[in-house]
Antibody, heavy 125, light 107 residues
Framework: EVQLVESGGGLVQPGGSLRLSCAAS????????MNWVRQAPGKGLEWVSY????????YYADSVKGRFTISRDNAKNSLYLQMNSLRAEDTAVYYC??????????????????WGQGTLVTVSS | DIQMTQSPSSLSASVGDRVTITCRAS??????LNWYQQKPGKAPKVLIY???SLQSGVPSRFSGSGSGTDFTLTINSLQPEDFATYYC?????????FGQGTKVEIK
């Protein structure tokens, strides 16, 4: 079974740091790009960061650029998100998601599947 | 950044109804448009990818259409388990962006 399990969330004070992990199983992790997506309480979905299969390409949302660092360890089938200088507006459930890609004649696209169950990060004093 | 605008933000419908949700991109995204369903306390689940391709295991009452800037998710014969929030998402370029969501409630 393809599965993603996040961990590492919790309560942290403004300005603090936290490292999220996402453990992958049931598929060849090293061949897939991965993403972090977050959802503030009662709000919609916000993409946070992308990392390619070999870590050669990384992207961030402007809202986290310079504060968050995405990384992966293909030997450990794990994805990470190091979050520094945390703010109240970073409070959210953080999901890791595998990026699926199709490039067939007439059909091209990429989407997130599956998603982990999410881990809650609360930034508050 | 590409802005995604969904309408309506919420709707009330009855079991058996046909429901249509629209999503508009602020610029052309070809067919790089996905639809997700999210139930309370759960992670989103993909329904449609590449604008009109049905994800494996998703019931055929779900369908997607559109290209360029205008897209539609249709649910034929709404079932009790379909009451949820639906999001569109563009994967044309980063930052990947989502619509604000459409909450489908029981009438």
């Amino acid at each position: 079974e393809v599965q993603l399990v996040e961990s590492g969330g919790g309560l942290v004070q403004p300005g603090g740091s936290l490292r999220l992990s996402c453990a992958a199983s049931g598929f060849t992790f090293s061949t897939y790009s991965m993403n972090w997506v977050r959802q503030a309480p009662g709000k919609g979905l916000e993409w946070v960061s992308y990392i390619s299969s070999s870590s050669s390409t990384i992207y961030y949302a402007d809202s986290v650029k310079g504060r968050f660092t995405i990384s992966r360890d293909n030997a450990k089938n794990s994805l990470y998100l190091q979050m520094n200088s945390l703010r109240a507006e970073d409070t959210a459930v953080y999901y890791c998601a595998r990026e699926q890609v199709i490039a067939a004649p007439g059909t091209r696209g990429d989407w997130f599947d599956p998603w982990g169950q999410g881990t809650l990060v609360t930034v508050s004093s | 950044d590409i802005q995604m605008t969904q309408s309506p933000s919420s709707l009330s419908a009855s079991v058996g109804d046909r429901v249509t949700i629209t999503c508009r991109a602020s610029q052309s995204i070809s067919k790089y448009l996905n639809w997700y369903q999210q139930k309370p306390g759960k992670a989103p689940k993909v329904l449609i990818y590449a604008a009109s391709s049905l994800q494996s295991g998703v019931p055929s009452r779900f369908s997607g259409s559109g290209s360029g800037t205008d897209f539609t998710l249709t649910i034929n014969s709404l079932q009790p388990e379909d009451f949820a929030t639906y999001y569109c998402q563009q994967s044309y370029n980063t930052p990947y962006t989502f619509g604000q969501g459409t909450k489908v409630e029981i009438k």
